[in-house]
């Protein structure tokens, strides 16, 4: 017993000292990141917000210009407008590079362009978190402290596993009695209180960072050449809409190559919110807006509706404010970790004062 608890005290140690900055700088972006969507509706809500309320959704009106004026560019629709008075955004893709176009969802007007949307602090704030803003050896770095947070957390309940009924029946208390003392008890408070959300992301984290990895690893993205969208989308929406009235676009792709598809991204209603909002699929022909065969969540197997939920788990905006919130206090407890731990390492480091002994009193006769 005491040979597995000094190994995993040594596993502990290692793995904090040598991936705690980094955790640090993951966990503050992470709980930046849960956000993201809200920092960019208030950064760019003078873009997005239409003087007179539209009375219909077209995107015919405006998809051939966008893909004429943008050649080389994969193009998007991230979501749809949520009320008549919100503008229609178009977001163009062109490897790490993002270009905003928003437009009335009516006429198909240009109403703003922001030519340089990588920039903005949502997503240079997301890049810090997949990649600390280094390419692809920075999302192995990623990959690897993920890994490193997760032998973090298990050799955590190693140690800490006799402390965890008194932590959560608040018997275990913060010591103010010395600095170390006080660094010592919070870490294992904060530890055993984020230790389950820990957990989760770390498993939901890793399987999205050995997704980016992997992605990073195939090589450079391939020419994109948007072929003419010749049909109708507003009609392909609304056919689907028709044919499956459960289901809700949320999310548009458009083909980068002529073997693609228009792609219609949604959700089922009757779908748990941690399927996600986007992970459920029609795609239409884009020469004759023809439907080919769905994809929705809840009819694939157990292990790929496990897979799929991974992501928007990991992203914490799939249910609310609430969720948002607890996402964002959690969120913190492994950079309080990293820190409080440091701070742990640094005073063991430092040399222990030496008690004198006290002198022995003569008896008075």
């Known amino acids: 017993m005491k040979k597995r608890i000094k190994r995993s005290f040594s596993i ?13 700088v993951i966990s503050l972006s992470g709980v930046i990141l849960v956000f993201d969507d809200e920092i960019d509706d208030a950064m760019f809500a003078s873009h997005s917000r239409l003087e007179t309320p539209a009375t219909a959704l077209h995107i015919d009106k405006s998809i051939s210009w966008v893909r004429a004026e943008n050649p080389g560019w994969d193009i998007r629709v991230p979501a749809l407008p949520a009320s008549p008075s919100e503008a229609l955004l178009y977001e163009l893709r062109q490897g790490q590079l ?14 703003a362009t922001v030519g340089q949307a990588h920039n903005r602090f949502a997503y240079v704030v997301l890049n810090i978190h997949y990649n600390l803003l280094s390419g692809t050896p920075g999302k192995i770095v990623v990959l690897l402290v993920g890994v490193a947070l997760l032998f973090l957390t298990i050799t955590g309940f190693i140690l800490y596993r006799r402390s965890i009924l008194k932590v959560l029946t608040f018997r275990q208390k913060i ?5 170390r003392s006080m660094f010592s008890s919070l870490h294992r408070v904060v530890g055993v209180w984020a230790l389950a ?4 992301m770390c498993v939901t984290g890793l399987s999205l960072a050995i997704t980016v990895v992997n992605a990073a690893l195939k090589g450079g993205p391939k020419e994109i050449a948007v072929p003419q969208i010749t049909t109708s989308v507003d009609a392909a929406m609304a056919e689907a809409n028709a044919a499956y009235p459960e289901f809700e676009i949320t999310y548009l792709r458009f083909p980068v190559n002529e073997e693609g598809k228009i792609q219609l991204l949604g959700r089922l209603h009757s779908d748990p919110s941690y399927y996600g909002r986007f992970y459920s699929k029609l795609q239409a022909d884009y020469t004759t807006g023809e439907l080919g065969t769905p994809y929705f969540v809840r009819d694939q197997s157990l292990l790929d509706r496990f897979l799929t939920s991974l992501h928007p788990i990991h992203f914490g905006d799939f249910a609310g404010l609430l969720v948002q919130l607890l996402y964002a206090f959690f969120g913190l407890m492994p950079g309080i970790l990293s820190i409080s731990g440091f701070v742990i390492w640094y005073y063991r480091q430092q040399p222990q004062p030496t008690r004198k002994p006290r002198p022995i009193a003569k008896a008075v006769r």
């Open 175 to 179: 010591s103010f009695s010395s600095r």
């Open 197 to 200: 959300f820990n957990l989760l």
């Open 98 to 111: 993002r270009r905003w176009l928003f437009v009335h969802p009516e006429t198909g007007e240009k109403l």
């Open 12 to 24: 502990h140690h290692w793995c904090g000292l040598i991936a705690g900055m980094f955790v640090l």
